[in-house]
């Protein structure tokens, strides 16, 4: 067992895993949500971790804390609302106005193209872009009761707002990701290209920019527009395969 000197070193020696791990996912945040709120709770997981770490269990403590620092912080965001029932109605919207516009042109939809579908301006649609930057792609998920067990129609549904209460089974994941990669490929090239540099390459949003000089706030509309298109596809692929789609608005 650790004495208190052992334990604040380790603490204090791995803090910057925290940082790190906060400062990916507050990238993916809407406005609003502040990176030193993210730091305090993942602080509070790596302390966790440092308390419960069994070191004969042949896991590095590095990988084990970032689980538990990753974990701390997605359930505290799963207990904040982060887009309000307007806006999240307005996401809808979006991606149904990229569906509508692919089918009646037979090719991606210009930004221009869906802000006027929509009655905006483009600044406007750009504006509804960047609240809109916390959205996720989704998931699919094997439909569970309140408590976690199986419900007897076992219906897979797929989510379309991935940090939502959910149940805790998980489809394959392998699956989903190429049925991702495959929808990529159709992106318009810009979106297509961030991206592969975000989620492939790993960048951030500041570090994206600099490789397509602009500016990090259009990489993330950028980003949030491909991110939408993804997530039109995949409800048309489950309406289409008779998949439940489930949407909190």
Do not use: C
């Not at 650790?2 to 604040?8: P, T």
């Not at 910057?16 to 502040?34: D, F, N």
């Not at 129609?153 to 994941?173: G, I």
């Not at 297509?192 to 920019?209: A, H, I, M, Q, T």
Request: no cysteine; proline share 3%.
């Amino acid at each position: 067992m650790m004495n208190k000197e052992e334990f604040e070193k380790t603490v204090t020696d791995n803090l910057y895993i925290v940082k790190i791990i906060a400062s990916k996912l507050h990238a993916r945040l809407p406005q609003g949500i502040e990176l030193d709120d993210l730091v305090h709770t993942g602080i509070l997981g790596l302390i966790d971790a440092v308390k419960k770490f069994d070191p004969t269990k042949g896991i590095k403590f590095q990988t084990y804390a970032s689980h538990r620092i990753k974990g701390a912080i997605l359930d505290e965001l799963r207990n904040l609302d982060w887009a309000s029932r307007s806006l999240r109605r307005k996401i809808k919207d979006v991606e149904q106005a990229f569906s509508n516009l692919e089918m009646k042109l037979g090719r991606p939809p210009r930004e221009e193209e869906v802000a006027e579908s929509l009655g905006l301006t483009l600044p406007e649609f750009h504006k509804l872009l960047s609240e809109s930057r916390g959205v996720g792609i989704g998931v699919f998920r094997i439909e569970t009761d309140e408590e976690g067990n199986l419900t007897d129609e076992k219906m897979v549904k797929y989510f379309t707002d991935d940090e939502s209460p959910s149940p805790a089974l998980l489809l394959e994941r392998s699956e989903l990701k190429d049925l991702i990669a495959s929808f990529v490929k159709d992106l318009p090239e810009r979106e297509r290209l961030v991206l592969n540099l975000y989620y492939l390459d790993d960048l951030n949003l500041k570090e994206v920019g600099k490789v397509m000089d602009l500016t990090e706030s259009r990489i993330s509309q950028i980003r949030t527009s491909a991110i939408l298109r993804l997530r039109s596809k995949l409800t048309d692929v489950a309406d289409k395969n008779r998949v439940r789609s489930r949407e909190v608005i």
